[in-house]
Every structure is written in structure tokens, then in C-alpha cells.
């Protein structure tokens, strides 16, 4: 016993030894790092130390010598001299520390957490943010030590915020927080939860200052209380909540409220930034305009001009304010200055001069010039409302061209995701403005062009570029080097922007370099479609449909199409036939907005009585002579009509306006409907060749108890009775499941859903199976080959309204994943009345009967059998039909496939005994 005793101690002290000259080693090596030298001396004594005592150190004692030579010496010389061979030395010491730490058992706790983090700083310093995110994501699934952890979800949310992958920085950034549950906060450190929760209220300002402006103010208040209970000087934190706040009220028209919170952020002006001082100035110079005081909102937006002369922003403010006033040439010369402040450009230049898209390629700050633009284009249309002068008019429609093309730049090489308002508010802002360019210049064919452009912008915004990634699974390799790419354009361009005293000789190196960072990413995106198709395919460009071959392809004697661009202020039709274009204008659109939301809760109400449908009745006519004047309907009455509609449009079944009272007749009994997101669209739907296997693929779960969905008694019957018509596979009650659905329904020519669908929480939209729901994004993520997908649910093509863009709904997931029809609903279907139409409807499919001619017979029985009975519209009119109008089978031109197979084998068997008479005569 005495002998264990003395060997343990023996061994102890040897292990004490051994631990105490590691030590020595190590801060032998933090000596070398620290000391007072040269940089060249001590690089030579730190190779000199690894070389002489990396066999003798212990493990882990080498990996921390890795782990600090990384961390305290190339990365702090990273810092001193910004040499790019010591950040690659930083991350290549510290990858060492890692391989040796990964291999060791009973590390410290958080040792490991430590090494992984600094790498993810290293990756972020030399700009691999895929890199640093995936490192950041190592600790935050596997790490031990919640310090670290912490710090991984609060960088984590800062890059995902700077991909524009917005969802995500908010999701570990709640993570982060919830680590503090059940945490008393006075035993905590405030400044990293404070840091989070601004950061949150950072991430929403960037998706919509606007639309999310009750979780701005939700977590900025969280942060300010925190600030509050640890009583703790923050400055730095109360700045940014305050600059935050102030930037809320003011977008949400809260000005007196916005002045009071920017002018506290300038009580600490010492502590802001010259351009942080000009945009508080500029901002309370904004809210003073909008509460009319001139005076005050001059003085402010002066005194952020005399700040920073080469901040555009107070100009675009000032010439709002002339604009006002009618002081158009003052307004126009300060639009003009803020659009060539962004290009460098300080000379006076008259006001119709515009620079060229080449030129504007060059600006860092395009976000900025496309808003400058814009505001130019509308004052322009304002001088023309006040002279009457049509110069002015083609000078504006000229600057709304301009701002078109700097779209796609902005599109192509921003590195960040903008969310789907900003396009939504730069859409109605732009397109509407520039339709209405047309329209006093009677452009039609122009008209047409902007309206497409409207869509397409939007449609191409349905999915952010992050998304796109999930979906197509892109490789992080190839992720990093589109970012890299975009990047690199950014710092060419920053580069030109710091230098404006430049030899013209020099100037051509700078936008050479320029050019050459652009033409890099260009090849990069068209080896895309080798590298990646689908992601490729999910980000190319819009290709719009040219006018001529718009009139040459989907206009007839019978065929017609009428357009819409609409928002909360104005609104146009543009109605294309044969013989004549009718382009017209809504007289009064904020009341015709409010007419249509009525004329909505009235259409989807099951319970309307003979009163209610009475009101309807009416509402519904004078809502349609606003929406198809005379003129109009008598172009395209009796036609077969495509409608593209716009805004709260998107809404409404056009089937079930009324055209007559007294006795009520409805739309859908004289003309046959269909509609398309665009033209563009469903041009490039028609050109798509699929080749499904099967005919008929009809699901009806029926029973929804696992996810607590009342049952649809009468669905079963409905895909049965489908399945008599079209002869397929159906899929019943439990054998209607998810996954089952997703790994079938790719190889059918019909695809038909009779289940439950709602938008979900947060608009995140899904549809029910008897096990679990399908959400929106896993649907863009399927691929399907479907002549027609079928959705008789509920809600399937309501979304969220959006401004210029058809419903972020199911419906548009299964056409992006490749369906050329579909029909939706437009509000929650009753499942008996939807048998019926549905039955109907695959009737006269089956008969040879175009999609909407179809639904037109299915919907005009279902009038004419329950006309006497008052029944109100919400029975039959939800169901719509979206895109390709190809007939599923053509009776009336081809004989039946049997036909012709006896016809073939009749042709083969009489040229068989021909051949044979012929050779026995020879």
C-alpha cells in the first residue's frame, strides 16, 4: 500500500514536470510573439521554436502552440499590415491545432470550441463566408462550452444576414437567446443578448421597415429594457435602437415621433461618423417635409449636404420638396445632382441629360441611383401634369427606360438577397409610373412591355437566391465562389469610387478592372447551367416575350388578352385583340380597391341570403364596368380570354362579376377564361416538352387526424368519379401519405389533390396528406412533368396580396416545378359542390374540350341547375384555370388510339400481300 502510495506520488510529480515544462514551452512561445523585435526577427524565432521543440512537446501542448501562433501572431500581423500570407498562415496554423485536438480525449471544456471559432474568423478575414459558416455551425451542432456557442450563433446571424439569407440570421439568432431561458438576466453578460436582439430588429429593417415593423419594435424594446435593468453604459447599443426606432417611425409615417428619436442619436454626435451625422440630418430634414414644415426640413437637409457633400440622399429629399412647391427646374437640378453624385459626376449638367447604363455599371451604390432615377422620371411626369408640355412626358417615359436597365444590374450582381417588398414598392414605384408614361403618350406596344417587365421581376423574386441554394442543393464550394464573384465587382467598383482624382490613363485601369470582374462573374453564371441547371434555372433572367410575336402567337379572331397593372394609387388595362388594342385607365383606384375588398368577403361568404346576393349583385356590376368599361367587353365578349391581373386583382374569380342585373347574369356565361402570371410565362411554359409515363395520378387523404384537419367526406368520391373518366391511380386515406405523393407524382400527364391547403403561418404555404403537410419551398424543390396539376382544396392560390405579382401560392410552386397548367382555388371550396364542378369539368375534358372551355361548361351547369335556388357564387366560382389551355385530348381532330392501331395493322397486312403477289408474279 505504502508502495502505490509513493508511486502515484512519484508519477504525479513526473506528470507536474512534464505539464510544467509544456507550459514553460508555451509561454516561451507567447514570449517570442510578444517581445519587442522586429516582425522579421520573430518569424525567425518562431520557425526556430517549432522546429526545435514540436517532437518533444506533448500533443496537446503543440496543438495550443499552433492554436496561439495562429491566433496571437498572424493574425495580429493580418491586422497591422493587411497581408493576405497572414491570414492563410492564421487559418492553416490553426486547421494544425485542430487536427491534433480532434484526436485528444478529456480536452478542457470549450478548448476545442475556441480553435474552431478563431478559424471561423480567419475564413471571415479572407472572405470564404461559406467556410466561416459552415466552422460557426460545427460548434453550434457539437460544441460543449455555451460561451462559445454563444458567440458561434451571434456570428452566425451577422453572416447570414450579410448573404441576405435573412430567415436563417433570425433563427440562430433566436437560438442564441434562447439560451438565456429560465436564465435570471442578473446573472448574465447583457452585452451579447443586447447585441442580438438589435441585431434581429437589424435583420427585419433590412427584409421591410414597413412590413415588419412590429418585430422591429419588439425586439428593440427587449434590447432597450435590458440596457435599463443592468443599468450599465451602452451608448454604442442605445445609438443603433435609437437609430432604428427613428428609421421605423418615419417609414410608418410616425414623423414627430421619428424627429424625436434621430435627434436623440445626435445628442452623442461626438461618438458618430461625418456621413452618420448627414443621414440623421438628412432623415429629420424628410420627416420636417412630410409634417410641411418647409423651413425646418430645408435647414436639416442643408445642413446634411454641408456635412458630406457627396451624399446623394438630401438632394433626392430637396427635390421632393420643390416638386411640391411646383418648383420644377429646382427640383429636376437636384434630382439630377443626387444621380451624379453617385456616379462621381460633380460638374451641373442640364437636367435632360441621363448617363449611360455603362457608366451607372460603375457606381457601388446602385440601390441608391435606381432611386434617384425613379424620383427624376416622376418629376419629369409632374411638369408634364402641370404644362401640358409632351417633352416633359418623353423625358420621363426616356428615365424609366434607364432605371428598367439598371434593374437587371442591381438583380444580377448585388450581394445580397433584397426582400420580395423592396422589389414589390420598386415595381409599383417604377412600372406603373412608366405604364402610365404610355398612356399619355399612347404607347400601347411600350405599355406592354413594362407590364411584362412588372411581372417577370416578381415572378424571378418568388424565390431569394438563398432559397435557391437550399432547393437545388448547391455545393457550398460553388456558393463561395459566386459570392467571391459579386464581391469582387463591388471592390473594383468601391476602388474607383475612393479615387476620383484619377489620370485618365489610370481611370482606364480602374474601369478595366471593372470590366474584367464583370465578364469574370458573366462566365461564371453561364457555366452555371453546366455546373448546376436547376440553380441556374431558378436565377436566369426573365426572357420577355417580344410584342410581335405576342400578337402573332396568342392573339385571333377568337382569342384575346386583357392586362393589368394596378396598386393602391393607380391602375390600367391594356385589352389586345385582332383588330384594335384598348388601353385604358381606372378613374378612381383606391375607391375601386376598396369596392374589390368588399366585393371579396362577399364572393367567399357560403351563407349569403337572397338580400346579401342581391347587394352583391350590384357591387359585382359596378366593380366590372370599372374593371371592363363598354368598349372593352364589346371586344372581347364571346371570346376566349386570357387575363393577367395585378394586385387585389389576383383575388378575384373574373367569372363571377356580373354583367347584367335584373335578372343577374354572370361573365362566365358569355365568355371563356383563363388566366397567366404573364405572357412571358406562359411562353415559356408552352415551349417545355415533357414526356409523362401515366395519365391519371388523383390523391384524396379524406382523414386528417394527425394533423387535426376536419375530414373532406366527399373527396374520395371525387378523385372515383375523376377516375372513371381519365382511368389512373388513385391514392386513398392512409395510402395517401407525403412521401408517397412526392416520389409518384413526377411521371403523370393530371395530377389532382383534393385535400386541404392553407397559406400557414408567417405566408408560409402547404398542403395537407394524411400524415403530414407539404409546404411551398419542398414543392419548388420536386420536379413534376404534369399537363395539368389539379388542386381542389382550400386556399390554393391565395397568398399574401403582393403588388404587381400573381399569388405566392401553391399554384406557383407546382408551375415551377415544371406543371404547364394548373387549377386552383381561390378561397376554402365546399367539397360537395366541388365533386360536382370537378366531374363536370373532367367531362368535357375528356370529350376534347380546352381547359377553360371546360371549366366554363362545368361552372355555367352548375349556374343553370341551381340558378332558382339563389345560390351564391362562393359554391362555383373559386376554382380557376392558370396557364397552358391545351386540350388534354383532341376527339374532335384524331380518331381514337384503337382506331388507329386496326387502321396500321390494315395498311401493313394489305402492303404485306401485295409485296408477296408481286414476287410470285416475278
Not at 459558416?133 to 458567440?151: A, H, M, P, S
Not at 444621380?339 to 460633380?346: A, S, V
Not at 402570371?677 to 379524406?702: N, Q
Amino acid at each position: 500500500m505504502i508502495s502505490y502510495m509513493l508511486n502515484l506520488k512519484f508519477n504525479c510529480v513526473i506528470v507536474f514536470f512534464f505539464s510544467y515544462i509544456c507550459m514553460a514551452q508555451q509561454n516561451t512561445l507567447v514570449k517570442i510573439i510578444n517581445a519587442d523585435e522586429s516582425k522579421e526577427v520573430i518569424q525567425k524565432k518562431i520557425d526556430s521554436f517549432f522546429s526545435v521543440n514540436s517532437e518533444t512537446m506533448s500533443p496537446l501542448e503543440l496543438a495550443n502552440c499552433y492554436h496561439d501562433v495562429g491566433n496571437k501572431w498572424y493574425h495580429e500581423q493580418w491586422w497591422n499590415d493587411g497581408k493576405k500570407g497572414d491570414i492563410i498562415n492564421a487559418i492553416n496554423y490553426t486547421k494544425k491545432a485542430l487536427e491534433i485536438k480532434t484526436g485528444l480525449k478529456d480536452l478542457e471544456k470549450g478548448s476545442l470550441d475556441n480553435t474552431y471559432y478563431n478559424l471561423g474568423v480567419f475564413y471571415y478575414l479572407k472572405g470564404e463566408i461559406y467556410n466561416a459558416i459552415e466552422t460557426y455551425n460545427y460548434i453550434n451542432d457539437n460544441g460543449t462550452d455555451v460561451e462559445w456557442i454563444q458567440n458561434a450563433r451571434l456570428e452566425l446571424g451577422y453572416l447570414y444576414l450579410t448573404t441576405g439569407d435573412f430567415y436563417k440570421a433570425l433563427d440562430r439568432l433566436a437560438e442564441m437567446i434562447s439560451l438565456y431561458d429560465g436564465v435570471s438576466f442578473e446573472t448574465i453578460d447583457a452585452r451579447r443578448i443586447i447585441d442580438a436582439r438589435i441585431m434581429m430588429a437589424e435583420t427585419y429593417a433590412e427584409m421591410g421597415l414597413s412590413e415588419f415593423s412590429d418585430e422591429i419594435q419588439y425586439n428593440s424594446n427587449k434590447a432597450d429594457s435590458l440596457i435599463k435593468l443592468h443599468n450599465e453604459p451602452h451608448e454604442q447599443f442605445k445609438r443603433r435602437i435609437d437609430h432604428l426606432e427613428g428609421n421605423r417611425l418615419l417609414e410608418t409615417g410616425n414623423y414627430e415621433l421619428a424627429i424625436t428619436k434621430h435627434q436623440e442619436v445626435l445628442k452623442d454626435s461626438a461618438s458618430l461618423q461625418l456621413k452618420d451625422i448627414a443621414n440623421i440630418n438628412n432623415s429629420i430634414g424628410y420627416s420636417y417635409f412630410k409634417l410641411k414644415n418647409t423651413e425646418k426640413a430645408l435647414r436639416h437637409l442643408n445642413k446634411s449636404i454641408a456635412i458630406a457633400e457627396d451624399y446623394s440622399l438630401p438632394y433626392e429629399n430637396l427635390g421632393d420638396l420643390y416638386l411640391h412647391q411646383n418648383n420644377f427646374n429646382k427640383a429636376l437640378k437636384n434630382y439630377q445632382k443626387a444621380i451624379f453624385l453617385k456616379i462621381d459626376t460633380r460638374e451641373d449638367l442640364e437636367i435632360d441629360a441621363l448617363p449611360s447604363i455603362k457608366t451607372l455599371e460603375l457606381s457601388t451604390q446602385k440601390l441608391f441611383l435606381l432611386s434617384h432615377i425613379i424620383a427624376k422620371a416622376n418629376g419629369w411626369l409632374k411638369f408634364y401634369e402641370f404644362e401640358n408640355n409632351k417633352d416633359y412626358l418623353n423625358q420621363a417615359l426616356s428615365t424609366f427606360r434607364l432605371a428598367d436597365q439598371l434593374v437587371d444590374v442591381i438583380r444580377s450582381e448585388s450581394t445580397e438577397y433584397q426582400s420580395k417588398l423592396f422589389w414589390r414598392e420598386k415595381g409599383a414605384s417604377l412600372y406603373t409610373k412608366a405604364v402610365e408614361a404610355c398612356f399619355l403618350l399612347t404607347k400601347p406596344e411600350e405599355a406592354f412591355y413594362f407590364m411584362e417587365r412588372n411581372k417577370a421581376l416578381l415572378l424571378l423574386e418568388d424565390i431569394s437566391n438563398e432559397q435557391a441554394k437550399i432547393i437545388t442543393k448547391l455545393p457550398d464550394s460553388i456558393a463561395q465562389r459566386e459570392f467571391n464573384l459579386k464581391q469582387a465587382i463591388f471592390l473594383s467598383e468601391n476602388e474607383l469610387q475612393t479615387n476620383p482624382d484619377l489620370e485618365k490613363t489610370e481611370l482606364k485601369i480602374f474601369k478595366n478592372k471593372i470590366y474584367n470582374a464583370k465578364k469574370a462573374y458573366n462566365d461564371f453564371t453561364d457555366s452555371l447551367s453546366v455546373i448546376s441547371p436547376e440553380y441556374a434555372k431558378l436565377k436566369s433572367k426573365a426572357e420577355l416575350l417580344t410584342y410581335k410575336d405576342f400578337r402573332k402567337n396568342y392573339i385571333s379572331d377568337d382569342e384575346v388578352v386583357l392586362q393589368y397593372i394596378l396598386n393602391d394609387q393607380q391602375g390600367y388595362g391594356l385589352l389586345t385583340t385582332e383588330k384594335h388594342t384598348q388601353f385604358f385607365k381606372f378613374q378612381n383606384a383606391p375607391d375601386l380597391n376598396q369596392d374589390i375588398i368588399k366585393l371579396y368577403e362577399s364572393l367567399t361568404n357560403l351563407r349569403l341570403n337572397r338580400d346579401e346576393i342581391s347587394a352583391y349583385n350590384q357591387l359585382s356590376l359596378n366593380v366590372f364596368e370599372q374593371l371592363v368599361p363598354n368598349q372593352v367587353y364589346s371586344g372581347l365578349k364571346g371570346k376566349k380570354l386570357t387575363i393577367i391581373p395585378d394586385y387585389i386583382l389576383q383575388q378575384i374569380p373574373f367569372e363571377a362579376f356580373v354583367i347584367e342585373n335584373k335578372p343577374p347574369k354572370y361573365f362566365i356565361e358569355d365568355t371563356e377564361i383563363r388566366y397567366a402570371y404573364s405572357m412571358s410565362y406562359l411562353d415559356a411554359k408552352s415551349h417545355m416538352l415533357g414526356t409523362p409515363k401515366k395519365e391519371l395520378y388523383a390523391v384524396a387523404p379524406i382523414q386528417f387526424a394527425s394533423l387535426g384537419l376536419p375530414s373532406l367526406i366527399f373527396s374520395g368520391a371525387e378523385i372515383e368519379e375523376i377516375q372513371k373518366i381519365f382511368p389512373g391511380n388513385i391514392a386513398l386515406k392512409g395510402e395517401a401519405t407525403k412521401a408517397a405523393f412526392t416520389a409518384n407524382f413526377k411521371d403523370y400527364s393530371i395530377v389532382h389533390l383534393s385535400t386541404h391547403a392553407d397559406i400557414g403561418e408567417n405566408e408560409d404555404p402547404w398542403i395537407a396528406f394524411s400524415d403530414d403537410k407539404l409546404f411551398l419551398n419542398e414543392i419548388y424543390a420536386t420536379k413534376n412533368q404534369a399537363e395539368m396539376v389539379v388542386l381542389s382544396a382550400c386556399n390554393t392560390s391565395i397568398g399574401e396580396l403582393k403588388k404587381g405579382e400573381g399569388a405566392m401560392s401553391l399554384a406557383r410552386g407546382f408551375f415551377h416545378s415544371g406543371a404547364k397548367s394548373v387549377v386552383s382555388s381561390l378561397w376554402p371550396t365546399y367539397d360537395k359542390s366541388s365533386k360536382e364542378l370537378m366531374t363536370s369539368f373532367y367531362s368535357a375534358l375528356s370529350e376534347g374540350a380546352t381547359k377553360s372551355a371546360a371549366m366554363r361548361k362545368a361552372k355555367v351547369d352548375y349556374i343553370q341547375k341551381y340558378r332558382e335556388s339563389a345560390i351564391a357564387p362562393a359554391y362555383w366560382a373559386a376554382l380557376i384555370v392558370i396557364g397552358d389551355n391545351t386540350p388534354l385530348r383532341n376527339n374532335t381532330e384524331f380518331m381514337p388510339y384503337w382506331l388507329w392501331a386496326i387502321s396500321g395493322i390494315l395498311i401493313l397486312a394489305t402492303l404485306y400481300f401485295l409485296a408477296k403477289k408481286k414476287r410470285l408474279k416475278g
